[in-house]
T-cell receptor, first 115, second 118 residues
Framework: GAGVSQSPRYKVAKRGQDVALRCDPISGHVSLFWYQQALGQGPEFLTYFQNEAQLDKSGLPSDRFFAERPEGSVSTLKIQRTQQEDSAVYLC?????????????FGPGTRLLVL | AQSVAQPEDQVNVAEGNPLTVKCTYSVSGNPYLFWYVQYPNRGLQFLLKYITGDNLVKGSYGFEAEFNKSQTSFHLKKPSALVSDSALYFCAVRDPFVDTGTASKLTFGTGTRLQVTL
């Protein structure tokens, strides 16, 4: 079956613009995660959903970052008033139920460049 | 807090030779450990994981990893490297005490670039 998909794959934004990044998890996966991967670094956790409930948003770097998953499937990560430090690859992952021993499956990522 | 260290930024090995990519971890209890591989312009691909049981875990593409509790390590190994194994490898840990069906984020290391040459 299809894996996790993300769109757009690449996004160039001018500083101050708002952007929206989309994630389609594997069908039937209850849990969805967003990570941010800066250049030369490992992914860092941003936020976590179980169905439509956002259970952990402790990794969101500022109140400019907002994520939603209104119907418990597709998720959108929105960044308002983008800054140059927001330039990174944004990775989405899903897992079947979110239990700690489960594998998270990652999408290809959205590479965001803020000029 | 949980953490992962990958002490080598890059590992170079000749094709056909064995390879080892090192990972050490820190968690409050018994860890859940994962290895992922990342090819250019692609997301992370799952290789293998240790949850419990046998300390030697076998995964995809001939990779294996050995969990060593006393040394808090989970090194990735392969008996015979291929040029196509050249990629960025990430070790990750998850806190098992959050196994309640709620937040269970992965904490990643900074990655090790594996370069396999002919």
């Amino acid at each position: 079956g299809a894996g996790v998909s993300q769109s757009p794959r690449y996004k160039v934004a001018k500083r101050g613009q708002d952007v929206a990044l989309r994630c389609d998890p594997i069908s039937g996966h209850v849990s969805l995660f967003w990570y941010q991967q800066a250049l030369g670094q490992g992914p860092e956790f941003l936020t976590y959903f179980q169905n439509e409930a956002q259970l952990d948003k402790s990794g969101l770097p500022s109140d400019r970052f907002f994520a939603e998953r209104p119907e418990g499937s597709v998720s959108t990560l929105k960044i308002q008033r983008t800054q140059q430090e927001d330039s990174a690859v944004y990775l989405c992952a899903s897992s079947y139920s979110g239990r700690a021993q489960e594998t998270q499956y990652f999408g290809p990522g959205t590479r965001l460049l803020v000029l | 807090a949980q953490s992962v260290a990958q002490p080598e930024d890059q590992v170079n090995v000749a094709e056909g030779n064995p390879l080892t990519v090192k990972c050490t971890y820190s968690v409050s209890g018994n860890p859940y450990l994962f290895w992922y591989v990342q090819y250019p312009n692609r997301g992370l691909q799952f290789l293998l994981k240790y949850i419990t049981g046998d300390n030697l875990v076998k995964g995809s593409y001939g990779f294996e990893a050995e969990f060593n509790k006393s040394q808090t390590s989970f090194h990735l190994k392969k008996p015979s490297a291929l040029v196509s194994d050249s990629a960025l490898y990430f070790c990750a840990v998850r806190d098992p005490f959050v196994d309640t069906g709620t937040a269970s984020k992965l904490t990643f290391g900074t990655g090790t670039r594996l370069q396999v040459t002919l």
